[in-house]
């Protein structure tokens, strides 16, 4: 019983350091690309997403050969943050999250059509034509 109630808490606590990340690298990207927070962001966002679907499977998740191409994409991105190119640093790791999390489009799809306001915007022909395209698809690699 404890053990669950642990990797509960270990699941909440890699949520908010995944919103953490979120929120340093956009700050980053706000304060003139400041490479210390973009930095500071990224290594939250890790930490977050490791946290929250435990380090075996994120482990596990960025060595997958399908996932070689956004994983080394992410970490070049991260390096070039790191050794003083944000600009092109976050646009690396732009590419490599698309790469890595395109699998979870049409799950954050539904998700976000289900919040009142966004879910009536999300409903009109032309976006939902885009999301029905779509989904159940991983972009090509």
Known sequence: MSLKIVMI????????????????????????????????GNILFLAG?????????AIQFFTKRRNFKGTISFG????????GWPILGLL???????????GFWPTLAVFL?????????LQHPYIRSLLDRYRGRRVPV
């Open 113 to 121: 059509q289900r919040i009142p306001i966004l879910g009536w915007l």
């Open 49 to 57: 997403v490791t946290l929250t679907i435990g380090i075996q499977p």
């Open 76 to 83: 070049l991105g991260f390096l070039l943050v790191v050794f």
């Open 92 to 102: 690396l790791e732009s590419y490599g999250f698309v790469v890595l999390f395109s």
């Open 9 to 40: 808490f270990c699941a909440e606590i890699g949520l908010g350091l995944t919103g953490f990340g979120v929120f340093f690298t956009f700050l980053g990207v706000i304060f003139v690309f400041d490479k210390g927070l973009i930095a500071m």
